[in-house]
């Protein structure tokens, strides 16, 4: 199994760093599941992906912990 770092980027004006902070958990809690990410992978190849609504949350219903690859 590799290992991704999945980095999400909006950006926020704000007056300290904790607020633009509560305000990014605000949007996330509050908004539906952005959709634009930037992937890197172990050896620091970065990749920008735009994910398909229903496909994320089709994929986002099933339970992939069942998944025997996971195991």
Known sequence: ???????LTRTFEADTA???????YQ????A?????????????????LTLDREKADE?????HTADPGNW
């Open 1 to 7: 199994m590799h290992k991704f770092t999945v980095i």
């Open 18 to 24: 904790e607020e633009a902070a509560l305000l990014m």
């Open 27 to 30: 949007a996330l809690t509050r």
């Open 32 to 48: 539906p599941a952005p959709l634009q990410y930037l992937v890197r992978d172990e050896s620091m190849v970065a990749t920008d």
């Open 59 to 63: 994929f986002a219903e099933i339970d």
